[in-house]
């Protein structure tokens, strides 16, 4: 299976000219409590400690090693094929390019069936690992990439983190100014939308590389990110989704991908002049640059983003709805 992991390299860390750091004050860990001390734009200093969930349905995030895909597939796909052939001899065998599984049989009729059934089955093997991993091929099903599942990890992710959410979106709420009431035009929701993103822009951004290159690109869970207050560009997308996704379980989603990075996409109307819109199946989405550490705000994105978006090299992933209203503020 020659297939390799997407590697968001850099996540074209955002910083534009003229923008403001996004500022975490301060940050402590004690168990399972966080404790930050945050500076929304000009709003005032805001205190306050959220606590992650004491379990979680989500396992601890695992490199991608193809050489254990590999094993899972071939050493379930011999099982398989025994008992679904038992009259054929198969046979399994490692090489420099992978595994394979080769088969004698006397009856010569079986072979194209066999052929047939054990590509069609080492697919479905193949898909299973994935999903068991929370992977996902990238683009097409011809392609050989693939990457975490951004969008079902945020989904998954987002009931445990809906008391994290609500603690935001009432620090957002009440510290939040008359110039930003006026900017989002006393819509609360945009409001909340643009004080999470600074929120999430201003966890240190960590390219979660190991320095001997040996590792590769990897990636962090959202309580991940939160735990570690650390985390690259589609980490830090999947913990923005997952933390909308717990407050506004109907408002349209979507994680963009760009050459060499990740960024979201909502749903808004357009609350500022200068914003630039993305379109997601011919409906207008503001961009959202989650990486940091600049205050970027909705709409706005980075220069070789807004390049690729404008020339549409990008693709996207989009968050099924839940069809209930959003939580009540």
């Not at 900017?183 to 320095?211: C, H, W």
């Not at 807004?306 to 709805?321: A, H, K, T, V």
């Amino acid at each position: 299976m020659a297939v390799r992991l997407i590697a968001f390299i850099g996540c074209a860390l955002a910083v534009l000219l003229g923008t403001a750091s996004a500022r975490q004050l301060a940050f402590s860990r004690d168990g399972l409590s966080l404790h930050y001390a945050w500076q929304y734009e000009t709003a005032p200093m805001q205190a306050f400690t959220v606590q992650l969930p004491a379990e979680t349905a989500l396992p601890p995030w695992s490199a991608w090693r193809s050489q254990q895909a590999d094993a899972f597939v071939f050493q379930q796909l011999l099982r398989d094929a025994r008992e679904q052939y038992p009259d054929v001899a198969f046979r399994y065998q490692k090489t420099g390019g992978g595994s394979t599984i080769s088969f004698q049989t006397l009856d010569q009729q079986l072979l194209p069936q066999i052929d047939s059934w054990l590509a069609q089955q080492q697919k479905t093997l193949f898909n299973a690992y994935l999903d068991q991993h929370y992977y996902k091929i990238h683009g097409n099903s011809n392609s050989n990439m693939i990457r975490p599942d951004h969008v079902r990890i945020a989904t998954d992710s987002s009931p445990e983190l809906l008391e994290v959410a609500q603690t935001l979106q009432r620090t957002i709420i009440t510290s939040s100014t008359e110039e930003q009431k006026q900017r989002y035009r006393n819509d609360e929701k945009a409001m909340v939308v643009a004080g999470l993103l600074n929120f999430v822009q201003s966890i240190p951004y960590d390219p979660l590389q190991s320095t001997d290159g040996l590792r590769g690109v990897t990636f962090l869970m959202p309580e991940q990110v939160l735990a570690q207050n650390r985390g690259d560009c589609d980490s830090k997308s999947t913990l923005m989704m997952s933390l909308l996704l717990a407050l506004y379980p109907d408002l349209p989603q979507a994680i963009i991908y760009v050459p060499d990075h990740a960024l979201l996409a909502v749903a808004l109307p357009v609350k500022t002049g200068d914003a630039e819109t993305i379109s997601i199946d011919g409906q207008p989405f503001l961009p959202l640059e989650v990486t940091g550490p600049a205050e970027i705000l909705p709409g706005v994105t980075g220069e070789k983003s807004l390049l690729f978006i404008r020339n549409n090299q990008y693709q996207y992933d989009r968050i099924q709805l839940t069809e209930t209203n959003s939580t009540p503020n």
